[in-house]
């Protein structure tokens, strides 16, 4: 019977946060908007949401609150590797998709000619190092980009670091000392905030260690929240709380400062709205876009990327006014919203169902085998 119900529940997932779902899309969107903006208006202190770079902050503290709700309790029934597979399910299938756009864009981009400084093999090398998460910067044309065919992808080889680190130690540690590793992470957090003088680090060769730094802190901070039942219930739909979100993102970059309003920021205020969200439930007007919203979230992520070089390409050849950088920014997030939803409904799902079934076709195979 035991061994009936670990494969039974091998593949069920628990019920999502509706709201948090809602705001992980809105803070997917930020990100693309950030990237755009970054190329229009490079200097922070003048660009509306200079720090939208937080955002990436904002998903891994709820994905320490997410991932220790799924799984705290189904951990030592499920197994390490079940949960290895489950997560690869999840998380590969978009960091492959997105290295194959990366590459299209990098080879065929009709605004640059960087492909052409680097041969073939070069070339696969970056493809294979991308899908594989290892971390290459060494184009320096592409800003030495840890993963210079989809950048984003620096997020997610430390997601899959924190993955490993929960599943190997963190989901046994004690309450205490979970909290004492959370002040420990707080407090480099603040270092690097304080050494690069903001938070914006993690993506290239340089501040490789500050994306380390980033997922210590706010991956163990959700974990917390979750862990000491921080969840504030209240009657905040969808809309108030994607307002305090975008609070986060859109207060003013003031060089000299960053160092101290980014950790503000990330240690107390992100943490905060995660408690929220999740005592927070959606009317039902809502509900659907907060489905939408939540499942959208990381194939934008993941896929817009490769665009945002074609937009710079652009922007470096033509020099275009500031009326015609608008237009792009705004048709351009919707339609990446668009081309994000055709990959998530005609790839990454059916890739995962496909992939999700197998799993569950040998769960059932091995159920059999020790009947």
């Known amino acids: 019977m035991h061994s009936e119900a670990v494969n039974s529940n091998l593949l069920k997932t628990k019920q999502h946060f509706e709201i948090l779902d809602g705001l992980r899309g809105l803070a997917a969107v930020v990100v693309v908007i950030f990237h755009f903006m970054e190329i229009i208006q490079p200097d922070f202190n003048n660009n509306f949401i200079a720090h939208g770079y937080l955002a990436v902050d904002f998903f891994f503290c709820l994905s320490g609150f997410v991932i220790a709700y799924a799984y705290d309790n189904r951990i030592k029934e499920m197994g390490i590797i079940p949960f290895f597979k489950l997560r690869l399910i999840r998380l590969q299938p978009l ?18 000619d960087v492909s052409n400084h680097y041969s073939f093999g070069e070339s696969l090398l970056f493809f294979i190092t991308s899908v594989l998460m290892i971390p290459y910067p060494v184009v320096p044309e592409l800003f030495f980009n840890n993963f210079p065919l989809n950048p984003p992808s620096w997020s997610l080889f430390w997601e899959y670091v924190a993955n490993i680190l929960y599943v190997l130690i963190l989901f046994k540690l004690r309450h205490r000392i979970l909290i004492f590793l959370t002040v420990l992470a707080a407090i480099i957090l603040c270092y690097c905030a304080y050494f690069d003088t903001n938070l914006l680090g993690g993506w290239g060769g340089e501040t490789f260690w500050t994306g380390g730094a980033r997922i210590f802190f706010s991956f163990l901070a959700g974990m917390l929240v979750f862990r000491s039942k921080w969840i504030i219930r209240n009657n905040l739909g969808l809309a108030p709380m994607a307002g305090l979100l975008m609070i986060g993102f859109l207060v003013p970059f003031v060089d000299g400062f960053n160092h101290v309003i980014d950790p503000i920021i990330v240690i107390l205020y992100f943490p905060f709205l995660v408690a929220l969200g999740a005592g927070a439930k959606p009317a039902k007007k809502s509900l659907k876009l907060c489905t939408f919203s939540g499942e959208i979230s990381y194939p934008l992520y993941m896929v817009h990327y490769p665009f945002i070089w074609l937009f710079y390409s652009y922007w470096e050849a033509y020099s275009p006014d500031m009326n015609e950088l608008i237009l792009i920014t ?9 081309f994000a939803y055709v990959v998530m409904e005609y790839m990454d799902k059916p890739i995962r169902r496909y992939l999700k079934d197998r799993l569950k ?5 091995k159920k059999s085998l020790v009947v």
């Open 361 to 365: 076709k040998k769960a059932q195979v």
């Open 330 to 338: 705004c048709f351009g997030t919707m339609l990446l919203i668009g």
């Open 95 to 112: 960091v492959i998709i997105g290295t194959l756009i990366g590459i299209l864009s990098f080879c065929l981009n009709p605004f640059s």
